[in-house]
Nanobody, 112 residues
Framework: EMQLVESGGGLVQAGGSLRLSCTAS????????IAWFRQAPGKEREGVSC????????YYSDSVKGRFTISSGNANNTVSLQMNSLKPEDTAVYYC?????WGKGTLVTVSS
């Protein structure tokens, strides 16, 4: 069974950092784009960042550009999202995605 599992969420004060990880089981990330989405309470899910495993091309939404960094792990079945200078508006459940496969999410809460 192909699964994505997110980890690394938690509670952090504004200005702090967290590192999220997305681990695949049942497949690897070869030649796929892996994305992070987030959904804040009462809001629609939005794309945050993605990385194309083949050439390492990355994308960031304007709201996180310069603060978040996405990277692929050496084992080729992990993708991380380093989140720095966190803001209360970054509070959301963060989801990892590859094509039609979604993880269950990890909650990030940023206190002011």
């Amino acid at each position: 069974e192909m699964q994505l599992v997110e980890s690394g969420g938690g509670l952090v004060q504004a200005g702090g950092s967290l590192r999220l990880s997305c681990t695949a089981s049942g497949f690897t990330f070869d030649n796929y784009a892996i994305a992070w989405f987030r959904q804040a309470p009462g809001k629609e899910r939005e794309g945050v960042s993605c990385v194309k495993s083949g050439d390492g091309t990355t994308y960031y939404s304007d709201s996180v550009k310069g603060r978040f960094t996405i990277s692929s792990g050496n084992a080729n079945n992990t993708v991380s999202l380093q989140m720095n200078s966190l803001k209360p508006e970054d509070t959301a459940v963060y989801y990892c995605n590859r094509a039609t496969i979604w993880g269950k999410g990890t909650l990030v809460t940023v206190s002011s």
